[in-house]
C-alpha cells in the first residue's frame, strides 16, 4: 500500500503510511494540536493538530488510510520524528 496525503484546511499536508506490522505512521506539521489519553490512562487516544485531522480511537481505520477497512483506531504512539504511529486493532 501507498502513502495516502490529507491536506487540513490550512493547507497544511499530513502523510498517512502504512506499516508491515499493519499500523499507520502519520506525519506533518503538529505545531498546534492538542491530544488526550485512553481513559485507563495508558495510551493517547485522540490527536487534532490545528486544521484537523482529528482522529480518536475506535474511529474506523479508513480515516488514517482509505485502504485498511475492517479495523479501528486503538491509540497513537509519538515518535521521536514528530508524528505518530497510529495503532490499529481488529
Known amino acids: 500500500m501507498k502513502s495516502e496525503i490529507y491536506t487540513n484546511r490550512h493547507g497544511d499536508k499530513f502523510t498517512f ?3 508491515e ?3 499507520v505512521i502519520w ?3 503538529f505545531e498546534w494540536s492538542r491530544y488526550s489519553y ?3 490512562g495508558k495510551h493517547l487516544g485522540m490527536v ?3 486544521g484537523g485531522p ?3 480511537e475506535n474511529m474506523p481505520s479508513t480515516m488514517a488510510h ?3 477497512k475492517g479495523k479501528k483506531i486503538s491509540h497513537f504512539i509519538p515518535l521521536q520524528s514528530g508524528g ?3 495503532v490499529l486493532k481488529d
Open 17 to 19: 503510511t502504512p506499516t
Open 21 to 23: 506490522e499493519g499500523n
Open 27 to 29: 506525519e506533518g506539521k
Open 38 to 40: 485512553t481513559e485507563d
Open 48 to 50: 487534532d493538530p490545528s
Open 54 to 56: 482529528y482522529l480518536a
Open 66 to 68: 482509505s485502504e485498511i
Open 84 to 86: 505518530y504511529e497510529i
